[in-house]
């Protein structure tokens, strides 16, 4: 069965330092999602993207935070300057184009020191 | 916003026993759906209810939803031991949105 893939499983950084998180959304899907989860809380909203174009974005997803199609299978989150408070897992998602349901990879664990 | 909430919080029950847990819902949606989390790990689809149904059944997953009252309920019957995880609903309104989802129930099945 297709699924999400997500790399690596888990990332440790200096805060300041830029990170990307790498995805690999299931083959025919045509919407991309990133969400985090900060240890103990619920799951956020990040970002989603259709067409090569974010589709909708939250007010976490700001100015530091950019994602990127660089192939026709890869799916990318960039954080340009991390900062503690990004520690968290960060789920990749993917769905169908007409299809609500979305089916999230296994997380990046970031961990800012 | 659109935020689901589960309650309970945390539910203990014996395997064979069902689990019920609910979700409140605060804006109209699209759809609901119900996710399963098992400690440190992703989330698994498990069932999907859009919001001109109500009722769906997947195995031993039951789900209801009012959309009069915002609410939905996930009903798990004759649990296992495996089925221990966080269970979370989330809210959706069309295919490329965002899901909105609630802090979870936290479901320990013990044998």
């Known amino acids: 069965e297709p699924e999400v893939t997500q790399t690596p499983s888990h990332q440790v950084t200096q805060m300041g330092q830029e990170v990307i998180l790498r995805c690999v959304p299931i083959s025919n899907h045509l919407y991309f999602y990133w969400y985090r989860q900060i240890l103990g809380q619920k799951v956020e909203f990040l970002v989603s993207?259709?067409?090569?174009?974010?589709?909708?974005k939250s007010e976490i997803f700001d100015d530091q935070f950019s994602v990127e199609r660089p192939d026709g299978s890869n799916f990318t989150l960039k954080i340009r300057s991390t900062k503690l408070e990004d520690s968290a897992m960060y789920f990749c998602a993917s769905g169908t184009r007409g299809g609500n349901e979305q089916f999230f990879g296994p997380g990046t664990r970031l961990t800012v020191l | 916003s659109q935020q689901g909430e589960e309650d309970p919080q945390a539910l203990s029950i014996q395997e064979g026993e069902n689990a019920t847990m609910n979700c409140s819902y605060k804006?109209?949606?699209?759809?609901l759906q119900w996710y399963r989390q098992n400690s440190g790990r992703g989330l698994v689809h498990l069932i999907l209810i859009r919001s001109n149904e109500r009722e769906k059944h997947s195995g031993r997953l039951r789900v209801t939803l009012d959309t009069s009252k915002k609410s939905s309920s996930l009903l798990i019957t004759a649990s296992r031991a495996a089925d221990t995880a966080s269970y979370f609903c989330?809210?959706?309104?069309?295919?490329?949105?965002?899901?909105?989802f609630g802090k979870g129930t936290t479901l320990s099945v013990s044998s």
């Open positions: 804006t109209s949606i699209n759809n």
């Open positions: 993207f259709y067409n090569n174009e974010i589709s909708e």
């Open positions: 989330a809210t959706g309104k069309q295919a490329g949105t965002a899901l909105i």
